[in-house]
């Protein structure tokens, strides 16, 4: 065999490697979820403030999970070095890797406070070296869903359509491009762009506190990263993919410039 063709069959491999080398995750919660107060592979670990509760339980004719807020963990009701308005948000992390990140969330028929915050979908965006790029939020409250674009801190968009209370309803975003594209139901409501990200490293599911305290649950289901991101990719695009990486190589084999 040539070494220029040894050198495409290379770069064909080199490609699959990159291709596979994105772990997925899913959870339909129908068994109890592993827990932690630290960062731990396989686990869920605070983020910010621990929540009351964070379980699998019966409900709506399913086991879900379910993520309870307690009025007890109020911002004045806290330790002094957990009283600022950031540990209002009280949540757990998941770590895992993908381009794409849905779930289900039940829309609680109590969540009619338009003045508060109820639940999100948080993830941490990542670098090709893995550094924070930002974070890909959408969330319910405030009187409706909206999402977060991480290049203006502080700006929220509120998602144009309304939706009822009592369903569920089906919130992620996906890494397309240069952009994190935001769905609800499958639909595009918005997209902001992804700041060099190419991909996630983690998942966080939260719940909002407030300085009086309230209690609450939410309720979520079928997490997952998306499969398309996951899957064997196209004969054609694993064809592109070494011939991309045996163009690199050619060049690599010029002298290099002092």
């Not at 779930?103 to 915050?117: E, G, K, V």
């Not at 979908?121 to 893995?130: E, I, P």
């Not at 398309?228 to 045996?246: D, Q, T």
């Amino acid at each position: 065999m040539s070494k220029q063709l040894s050198r495409y069959f290379l770069a064909l491999a080199v490609g699959l490697g990159f291709a596979a080398n994105v772990t997925a995750a899913s959870f339909d919660f129908s068994s109890p979820v592993a827990i932690s107060a630290g960062q731990a592979p396989g686990a869920w670990y605070i983020d910010r403030y621990q929540p009351a509760g964070f379980e699998t339980v019966a409900f709506d004719g399913d086991q879900r999970l379910r993520q309870s807020i307690s009025r007890s963990d109020c911002q004045t009701c806290r330790d002094s070095a957990y009283s600022g308005g950031f540990y209002n948000t009280q949540g757990r992390k998941y770590d895992l890797s993908g381009t794409r990140l849905s779930i289900d969330l039940w829309l609680d028929d109590d969540w009619t406070d338009a003045s508060r915050r109820y639940a999100g979908l948080w993830a941490t965006g990542a670098d090709a070296s893995n550094a924070t790029t930002g974070w890909p939020i959408i969330e319910f409250g405030l009187g409706g869903l909206r999402f977060w674009d991480s290049q203006a801190p502080g700006a929220w968009t509120n998602v144009a359509q309304s939706f009822a209370l009592g369903q569920w309803i089906n919130i992620g975003f996906e890494l397309v491009g240069s952009a994190w594209v935001y769905e609800v139901n499958g639909a595009v409501v918005g997209s902001v762009d992804a700041l060099g990200a190419v991909g996630l490293k983690d998942v966080i599911l939260q719940g909002h506190n407030t300085m009086a305290g309230v209690s609450y649950d939410i309720h979520w289901d079928n997490l997952s990263t998306d499969p398309r991101a996951n899957r064997v990719p196209e004969p054609g695009a694993l064809a592109l993919a070494g011939l991309a990486l045996l163009g690199a190589c050619a060049v690599r084999r010029r002298p290099l410039a002092r």
